[in-house]
């Protein structure tokens, strides 16, 4: 079992097979149990039943104010030079739209570069 988060806590508890940690929302990375990977839970019910419904790639070099951005979603593809949604405010990034199965929460799984980190963040967008 692997959590990961960019943000510092301060006081966590180890419940059953994850870490909840308080007063912040991180995301949970469930078992591999099958040898596919492991799975991204749902930040609002901890559900592995997570499904994509978009996916934004946004390409840039450092800093420019246009770029390449591509959205799909179903088999609509639209590539414009818009970067409004980039999870990086100076570099590339990557959004995926997801919903749960089990609450109906959406949220957005995003990748993003700052001062030569990677980050990832997960939250709920409704």
């Keep these: 079992m692997t959590l990961v988060s960019h943000v ?4 966590a508890v180890v419940f059953n097979l994850y870490q909840i940690r308080w007063n ?23 559900s592995s039943y997570l499904h994509h419904y978009k996916v934004d790639v946004f390409e840039r070099t450092q800093d420019a104010k246009v770029g390449i951005h591509c959205t799909v979603s179903g088999e609509i593809t639209i590539i414009d ?16 739209f997801l919903w749960c199965e089990k609450c109906a929460v959406k949220s957005v799984f995003s990748v993003s570069q700052h001062k030569g980190h990677t980050i990832i963040d997960l939250k709920c967008i409704n």
């Design 8 to 11: 510092r806590f301060q006081s």
């Design 24 to 46: 912040k929302m991180q995301i949970i990375i469930g078992n591999n149990d099958e040898g596919f990977g492991s799975e991204l839970l749902c930040p609002n019910c901890c």
């Design 81 to 96: 030079r818009l970067l409004e949604g980039n999870p990086s405010p100076r570099r590339n990034g990557l959004n995926i």
